[in-house]
């Protein structure tokens, strides 16, 4: 009984010890954005979560979507064309710090990175349609 009880609590020690030294999501996602501004060319300080890197994402998917929807095909063709060519400049490598990322989230923060590099951003992250108009010049 004493041997059991021994064992099971050097297990639980063992276990709360491997856990506590691994990252958090959001300190992986972070450090892998913090990895890909000089690829992305997007500020230093922008370091999304995964969920904040979908936000973006979707936001802009949305905006795209409108756009079409609205008769402005074109625009949103040079903006799509835009972000993949930063998308693809930035992903060439996978830095070592975005590894423990799941493919979807990797390149979801990619993309929101690239998004941040093209300036598309407000000062709070957040993706701006009008920013990516002006850049794109309509």
Do not use: H
């Not at 979560?49 to 949305?62: I, M, P």
């Not at 990175?113 to 794109?136: N, V, Y």
Request: hydrophobic share 35%; proline share 3%; aromatic share 2%.
């Amino acid at each position: 009984m004493r041997r059991t009880t021994t064992v099971l609590l050097l297990t639980a020690a063992l276990t709360a010890g491997a856990v506590g030294c691994s990252k958090s999501g959001d300190e992986t996602a972070k450090d892998c954005a913090t990895a890909l501004t000089a690829r992305t060319g997007g500020k230093p300080a922008d370091t999304p979560t995964v969920n904040e890197a979908k936000e973006r994402v979707d936001a802009l998917d949305k905006t795209l979507a409108g756009m079409v929807r609205s008769g402005y095909e074109t625009v949103a063709k040079q903006a799509a064309d835009a972000l993949e060519q930063k998308t693809k400049a930035g992903g060439k490598s996978r830095p070592g710090a975005c590894k423990p990322l799941s493919e979807d989230d990797y390149t979801t923060l990619l993309m929101a990175k690239s998004i941040d590099g093209l300036g598309w951003t407000d000062e709070g992250g957040k993706f701006d349609k009008l920013k990516m108009a002006d850049s794109l010049g309509s």
